[in-house]
């Protein structure tokens, strides 16, 4: 079991450009989120799927997209991408239906935005 | 409502002492608190979490108080050592339909001197 895998590990942009994060489970879990970790501020929910075909937004949901490929991937996408966004990325995934409520998460993606 | 306040930001502790973090919470609706540890380069990984209805939770070296009725909960590690150094977050949750809600602490990143 991987776990929660998130690619690239590592990316530099320039402002405008754009880019796709990859994040994929194999847990079987329903619930996927994507959140942006910036000093000083903790976690910030950017998006998150509570099942396959389902997408809605976090906290922190502007200037990004996402898409819910199937059960096991969920993408974050940055269409344009900001100096703002410099942050590092994580994708979660949950189930429910155990106990603890625990989310399992990959171990991240660190963007820079020049 | 949906805050959750931590302090400190940053703690230094003797190896076997004791390590206190502190969260407050307003929203009455959380129903589950957990505490997440950090490692530079990592996800973060559940460390230990508690339920409303109980005052106190202890894992080997590591024990949740909860005070409902002040709306703290705090994190004690007790004779901490080198290997503790990490940031920790607190969390407050909710759960919605089919997806559980993390509001997450600023984070404490501890150093355990030798």
């Known amino acids: 079991n991987a776990g929660v895998t998130q690619t690239p590990k590592f990316q530099v942009l320039k402002t405008g450009q754009s880019m796709t994060l990859q994040c994929a489970q194999d847990m079987n879990h329903n619930s996927m989120y994507w959140y942006r970790q910036d000093p000083g501020m903790g976690l910030r929910l950017i998006y998150y799927?509570?099942?396959?075909?389902?997408?809605d937004k976090g906290e922190v949901p502007n200037g990004y997209n996402v898409s819910r490929l199937n059960k096991r991937e969920f993408s974050l996408r940055l269409e344009s991408a900001a100096p703002s966004q410099t942050s590092v990325y994580f994708c979660a995934s949950s189930d429910l239906t155990g106990a603890p409520r625990e989310q399992y998460f990959g171990p991240g993606t660190r963007l820079t935005v020049t | 409502q949906q805050q959750v306040k931590q302090s400190p930001q940053s703690l230094i502790v003797q190896k076997g002492g004791i390590s206190i973090i502190n969260c407050a919470y307003e929203n009455t609706a959380f129903d589950y608190f957990p505490w997440y540890q950090q490692f530079p380069g990592k996800g973060p990984a559940l460390l230990i979490a508690?339920?409303?209805?109980?005052s106190e939770k202890k894992e080997g070296r590591f024990t949740i108080s909860f005070n409902k009725s002040a709306k703290q909960f705090s994190l004690h590690i007790m004779d901490s050592q080198p290997g503790d150094s990490a940031t920790y977050f607190c969390a407050a949750s909710m759960r919605y339909t089919g997806f559980q809600k993390l509001v997450f602490g600023t984070g404490t990143r501890l150093l355990v001197s030798p």
């Open positions: 799927s509570a099942s396959e075909g389902t997408t």
């Open positions: 508690i339920r409303p209805d109980v």
